[in-house]
Each structure stands twice: as C-alpha cells, then as structure tokens.
C-alpha cells in the first residue's frame, strides 16, 4: 500500500453499518463493501463504497468477539458486486463494546488492498468508525481517512 | 493445455495486476509453488513463515475446496481451474 488512502460513503450507507452494529448487538456484525476502485487507473483517485452486502457472522462459538464469513459468503458477495459492474472494495465489522481499532486478531486474518470498516458499538448504540488498510508486509495496519459523502446512495 | 490459477482482487497488486495465471503443475502446491515463485510478492499472503498454507486461504479446485481433497496434494490436470478465495474473518481482541 502507498501513501495514505481515503474511503467515500454516502452518509446513508455509513448509518447502515451503524445500525447493522446496533441490531446485531452484542455480537458483531459483519458484510461487504461494494463499489469501484480507481486506484488502478488513478492512483490519486479515491475509493468509493457504493453498496453494502450484509452477511450473516458464522462465528456461532463466540460472536461477541468474532466474526468469519465462509467462502460460499465471500464468492455470494463477488457475483453481487459484479452483477451491480461492482467489485467487493473491503469488508465491515462491529466490535461490540470495544473500540473501533483493529485487533492483532483482525491483523492477522486481514488480506492487503482490502478497506477494513470497523464500527464500536457500545452499550448497543453505534459509536465511532474507522477504516484500516493491512501493510504489504503484514505486519501492521493504518488508518484510512473515511469521508462521508451527503448524496444519495447509488 | 496447463493449470489455471485465478488470483483474487487483493492479491493482484502483487501478481502483475493479473486476474489469472497459467502453470504446468500436477498438483494444487506445485502450482501455488510455480506462482509464488514467478510472483515472490504473493508467497507472505499465501503462507506461513514456515511454508504452510495460511488457515485463511481458501483453495479450490474447479468448485471443490482441497481441505476436503488432498489439501496440497491434490492432484490437478490439463484444463483445471484452480481459485484462491479470501476467507474473511476478525474480531475485537478480548476473550468473553
């Protein structure tokens, strides 16, 4: 990854993942993030989501403190996107009760290029979220600037 | 006619911006091995410092995942269609 990276989403869809926290409280939520990467064209453009695809975490054993999606999810995801001329631009979680910073666990299963959303949910009510972009070399996530944008979601 | 190996979106970057590449390989490790090899970049995000297969890569073999074949060693043929698929997973660190 170079230089430091923005994330758009309309004001509508950042409410969706907030709310999706909140209904999915106190165990994390977890979807995908659909929209059109221009960095291959541009490296100065931005990274824009343009729809959500909400997923159901199979993390039965411990979904206050886990998400994973099957590989069924994440293919089920792929073909939404391309069926919208999308593509799946990164993923969102809810950490219940916890900050909105990736964990070593999220580090450590995360996959580079991807924006990784994560919204704290505390007490049940939405709090602050971030996005965080894995290093090339694994060893470390940073911060991705998140701009909402007040338009209508397309 | 050779192997197939599709490379997913986040691993592009890495692979030549490529969607796919095409190897002589009799088994899935020889072809991920052949890949690795061509594209040194990939190899952190597919295996472990001691050469394993990372837990959250997912490998299929046209649609059957090889954890239920013979993982590495599943055997491959001419027109085979191999597919890395990210299996996505996380979580806030604190055991409950």
């Not at chain 1, 993923?91 to 916890?98: A, I, K, L, Q, R």
């Not at chain 1, 959303?117 to 290093?135: C, E, F, K, T």
């Not at chain 2, 472990?48 to 074949?69: C, H, M, P």
């Amino acid at each position: 990854m170079a230089g430091e990276t923005t994330l758009w989403i309309s004001s509508h869809l950042a409410e969706r993942i907030r709310a999706h926290g909140a209904e999915t409280y106190p165990y994390e939520c977890c979807g995908a993030l659909l929209g059109r990467d221009p960095e291959a064209a541009d490296p100065e453009a931005v990274r824009e989501v343009l729809a959500l695809f909400p997923l159901l975490n199979r993390r039965d054993d411990s979904p206050r403190n886990r998400f994973s999606l099957t590989g069924q999810d994440v293919l089920d995801a792929d073909r939404a996107a391309q069926k919208q001329g999308m593509e799946v631009i990164g993923w969102y979680h809810s950490h219940p009760d916890h900050p909105a910073r990736p964990s070593q666990y999220d580090q450590d299963h995360a996959w580079p290029w991807y924006s990784y959303v994560i919204v704290s949910v505390q007490n049940g009510a939405p709090q602050d979220m971030s996005s965080w972009r894995l290093n090339d070399d694994r060893q470390a996530f940073s911060p991705e600037g998140i701009e909402i944008r007040h338009r209508a979601a397309v | 006619m050779p192997v197939k190996v599709m490379i997913p979106t986040p691993l592009r970057p890495y692979a030549g911006k490529r969607a796919s590449a095409e190897f002589n390989a009799g088994t899935v490790g020889e072809a991920l091995t052949y890949l690795t090899t061509e594209y040194a970049d990939l190899r952190k995000h597919l295996f472990t410092e001691d050469g394993k297969l990372r837990s959250f890569v997912n490998v299929y073999v046209n649609d059957e995942d090889i954890r239920y074949l013979a993982k590495e060693n599943t055997a491959t043929k001419d027109g085979d269609t191999i597919s890395i698929i990210p299996s996505i997973a996380g979580g806030c660190c604190c055991s409950r």
